[in-house]
């Protein structure tokens, strides 16, 4: 299903790009995601075979035809002719990867225990930034259990400088 989700995902890409709409794609792909999120019966509904296909076509048009793409409802409607409705957020997780990649921008997760004030926010960003070479959007979470410091996960990277961490190096070099 992966593979499917990812060409799924290619295929409406392509079409956010070619007629210049990758931002609204993008808040209405937010939003979809939020919804089957809340409502994973919803997703079984769609995906159900007991129920006809021309009433399922029906509740995506009820759920999404005002305020979304027009695009993204046939979307929508794609994946529930072809049975793929079960792949939804995989697709949505996709295409938001490829809208990372060609807007050159990530995310970091950024763990605190203590808050960081705006100036700490605005400069850690920007070494993130000069580190990466991509557009850093932050996600700060809060975690008590760090101590102190920080800890920032960007792609595949983990920068930990928390003091739970220094104690647990620490710890390890005594039991050597």
């Known amino acids: 299903m992966i593979q499917s989700s990812k060409e799924y995902a290619e295929a409406l890409f392509s079409i956010a790009v070619e007629n210049s709409s990758l931002d609204s794609y993008l808040s209405n792909l937010s939003e979809a995601a939020e919804i089957f999120k809340e409502n994973p019966d919803y997703v079984e509904l769609l995906s159900s075979p007991a129920v006809e296909l021309s009433e399922r076509l029906g509740l995506i048009d009820a759920a999404f035809s005002k305020g979304f793409e027009e ?79 920080i800890k920032v996960e960007i792609e595949d990277l983990v920068l930990d400088g928390s003091v739970k961490k220094r104690i647990k190096t620490a710890k390890e070099v005594i039991n050597k």
């Open 71 to 149: 695009n993204i409802v046939s979307f929508l409607k794609v994946l529930c002719e072809n049975g793929h409705m079960h792949a939804i957020l995989d697709c949505i997780s996709e295409f938001n990867g490829l809208a990372e990649f060609y807007l050159n921008k990530t995310k970091a997760k950024i763990y605190y225990a203590q808050a960081l004030s705006e100036e700490q926010k605005a400069a850690l960003v920007e070494k993130l930034e000069k580190m990466s070479r991509k557009s850093i959007e932050p996600v700060y979470i809060e975690d008590r259990s760090l101590l102190g410091g």
